[in-house]
């Protein structure tokens, strides 16, 4: 299938409108005055829904939700055959999403693969900064690199409008690479109260997520990807200034934009 610019009145499907990156997806589409199609993101493996959902739609951002990839070889058949482009939301710490990327390079369908380490969402952790100023987890001196999901939209926005980006694995970081207790820390002094990092075993950390009913391949391979970054920092990319022109965000504005969050 050859790859072309996405024609300015067919609508861009983005599925999980109401998500962390999906959101800002759908506000810049439209901000550039591009017509945009939602679908919830539990609705991808309703047959008719999808099939519906993609009628006329000239490109798709992708995610894929779920721990195991199991539908994802229908989905996937019906926007290689519907849909002229896909932009996919993925990361190298979930399995299913790589049995995914699998699929979209066989359909043939014109793909792009973004892959964003440790998005700036550092959300998980604000109940426990709101109700007692510190945070238990595992992996405190691991380094990762935060990315902005306002800058992974904005490449997302590039890489469904525009040709060039066919088959492309894109990996978007942060400037920066703070570690798990400074992100913490960045956090607290953005919100004007004290926190702290508490550091817990992997296995309570394992426990402590499995009982919250995320799935056990997913929690091994995120803690995998943290045990990793304790002695190998993520290292930054110029990908989203090469792609947008801007520089990305770093972990400190994310902070400062949310902080209310954490009060």
Partial sequence: MTEKRVDEASPVLVVGASGTVGRHVGLQLAAAGVRVRTLTQQALLDPSTLEAAVQGAGAVLLGWPFAEADGAADVVGVLAR?????????????????????LLAGSGVPHTVLR?????????????????GAVHGYGGAAGLNPVDERDIAAVAVRALLEAGHDGAHYLLTGPECPTQAEQVGIIGEAAGRP?????????????????????????DG???????RITTPNPATTTVRDLTGHPPRNF?????DHAALFR
């Avoid at 519907?82 to 699998?102: K, P």
């Avoid at 550091?199 to 997913?218: D, V, W």
């Avoid at 400190?252 to 400062?256: K, L, N, Q, V």
């Fill in 116 to 132: 964003a380490h440790g998005f700036a969402a550092a959300l998980q952790w604000a109940e426990e900064i709101r109700s007692g």
């Fill in 252 to 256: 400190r504005t994310w902070a400062t």
């Fill in 222 to 228: 995120a803690l995998d990807f943290i045990h990793a």
């Fill in 195 to 219: 926190v702290t990092w508490r550091e817990i075993p992997r296995e309570a950390a394992r426990h402590r997520m499995l009982a919250n009913r995320q799935p056990q391949g997913a929690v």
């Fill in 82 to 102: 519907d849909v002229g482009r896909v932009v996919f939301l993925s990361s190298s710490a979930v399995r299913a999403e790589g049995e995914v990327e699998a």
